[in-house]
């Protein structure tokens, strides 16, 4: 049964930062690996898919990383800012590309 | 703009009702999801559609209905509530057959009293 793991459970930066949040998974055979980011009280924003053939993926200053081999993804956020503050969940597909399974999340606080 | 609506936004019921959650989406795409979130467990899927007429059952289905008779809507049943399903729901769904990204809906607070 895929377990999905994220790393670290919350975490708290200033302004500017660079940071990285990590997310684990245990079965390499996937179709496709999703970060979402969820505000309180709010249902959940794609930010970056990632397809099994893919490396990575970009959008502004996001940058998420797959290396299917050693079940990892990480999720670059460059120059953060206090409006990332929210949580982050990594989900992923089986091979045929059905039954999401979701990370816990990371709940980022960005200090102004 | 195509998007997902759910209704009601918030919900409180006794146990032992029936409770029908609607999701309605108008990107005319046939794959929907329903999952439930709660602490300590993350995201949990319930139920799918992969088009009209058909439904799969998800990690936690018990307890749990669903119907599928338009492509625009996928609505969710419990048909005796219990206190355990108090819980967020949130409907989905994946605009691409080929990426199968998701796309949720603003979710359901449900409170089963």
């Known amino acids: 049964k895929q377990e999905v793991t994220q790393i670290p459970a919350a975490l708290s930066v200033p302004e500017g930062e660079n940071l990285v949040l990590n997310c684990s998974f245990t079965?390499?055979?996937?179709?496709?690996l999703q970060w979402f980011r969820q505000d309180p009280g709010k249902g959940l924003t794609s930010l970056l898919l990632i397809q099994s053939s893919q490396r990575e993926q970009t959008s502004g200053r996001l940058n998420a990383s797959l290396d299917k081999s050693s079940g990892r993804s990480t999720l670059y956020i460059a120059a953060s800012q206090p409006g990332d503050s929210a949580t982050y969940l990594c989900?992923?597909?089986?091979?045929?590309?059905?039954?999401?399974?979701f990370g816990p999340g990371t709940r980022l606080s960005v200090l102004p | 703009d195509a998007e997902i609506t759910q209704s009601p936004r918030h919900k409180i019921t006794e146990t032992g009702r029936q409770v029908t959650l609607a999701c309605h989406q108008t990107?005319?795409?046939?794959?929907m999801f329903w999952y439930r979130q709660d602490l300590g467990h993350g995201l949990r899927l319930i139920h799918y559609?992969?088009?009209?007429?058909?439904?799969n059952k998800g990690e936690v289905s018990d307890g749990y209905s669903v119907s599928r008779s338009n492509t625009e809507d996928l609505p969710l049943t419990l048909e005796s509530a219990a206190s355990s399903q108090t819980s967020v729901y949130f409907c989905?769904?994946?605009?691409?057959?080929?990426?199968?990204?998701?796309?949720f809906g603003p979710g359901t607070r449900l409170t089963v009293l």
């Open positions: 079965d390499s055979a996937i179709y496709n």
């Open positions: 989905a769904q994946d605009r691409d057959r080929v990426r199968n990204e998701q796309f």
């Open positions: 559609s992969y088009g009209v007429q058909d439904t």
């Open positions: 990107w005319n795409h046939n794959n």
């Open positions: 989900a992923v597909t089986d091979n045929y590309g059905q039954n999401f399974v």
